[in-house]
């Protein structure tokens, strides 16, 4: 499905409403009071809001282990435990451990992505994020601070929301954690990553995202986790990990929902 492809979808409420009150009722949404509750991936209709349908759920590629311990890409073998791909001894992110819910490939995941994303069906934060707080269960400690990707203004301000704000809130949802989204900010706009090669991938987002000069003392010593939708290169993620650590953060985690996976 493409990007600008619209959804013909139910009448719109103001997406923090509607994201506010399917937090309060545990997924059940003032659309689904209207509406019979859809696959939050296809939209064919279920009897429970907030769930995939019966032709979805085996699409869906789950990340298991056994997979590399640092950047949590599967593995096709278990190896044993702590093992290391060769990609992250080689080639070693800022981050110290990344996790993800499924792979990023046509289907639900796509299609939950894109929905969340380019839609403006928030709610759909919600499922996404409990998979997300399960997922990244080993990562996100009492004492962590959740912290989204950050949007530019521009894009922002386009789209209403920020969608890996969303995912981070419903993530506290089901894992409590402090949620901080004023921490980074993007301080000029960067291409969309799809399409660029890995190295015109990290000059795109190069200085591109900073942490606020007003929030250096509240991440000092603090362990963050750092969260996004989507993780293709890594270039961001690994952009933004720079950047939280240099500014004093103690250690720094990625949690997705989604990433890219190339089978070797
Ligand atoms: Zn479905």
Same mark, same amino acid.
């Given at each position: 499905m493409s990007p600008q492809h619209a959804e013909k979808e139910a009448p719109k409420i103001s997406a923090t409403q509607r994201f506010l009150v399917g937090i309060r009722s545990t997924g059940r949404t003032l659309l689904d009071l209207a509406y019979p509750p859809g696959c939050i991936a296809c939209r064919e209709a279920v009897t429970e809001p907030g769930t995939l349908c019966a032709s979805c759920w085996p699409k869906m590629r789950f990340i298991e282990r056994p997979y590399c311990e640092k950047l949590g890409t599967p593995f096709t073998h278990d190896l044993g435990p702590g093992v290391l791909s060769s990609e992250a001894i080689a080639d070693p992110p800022a981050y110290s451990k990344a996790r993800a +819910?499924?792979?990023?490939?046509?289907g639900p995941v796509s299609q939950m992505v894109h929905r969340l994303k380019y839609?403006?069906? +928030?709610? =759909?934060?919600l499922p996404m994020g409990r998979w997300m707080a399960r997922a990244g269960a080993e990562l996100i400690e009492d004492s962590s601070v959740i912290v989204p990707v950050p949007l530019h203004r521009k894009r922002l301000f386009s789209r209403r929301f920020n969608q890996a704000a969303l995912l981070a809130q419903a993530i506290a949802k089901y894992r409590p954690a402090e949620v901080d989204t004023t921490i980074l900010r993007r301080t000029r706009p960067t291409l969309?990553?799809?399409? =660029?090669t890995r190295a015109q991938r990290a000059s795109n987002v190069q200085g591109a995202i900073q942490v606020a000069e007003e929030a250096r003392e509240r991440i000092a010593g603090r362990k963050v986790v750092l969260v996004d939708d989507v993780l293709t290169s890594g270039a961001t993620t690994d952009a933004a990990s720079r950047t939280l650590l240099r500014a004093g953060a103690a250690r720094v985690d990625v949690l997705v929902f989604a990433r890219v996976v190339r089978d070797a």
């Open positions: +819910v499924a792979r990023y490939e046509d839609t403006d069906r +928030v709610e =759909l934060a969309p990553q799809i399409g =660029l």
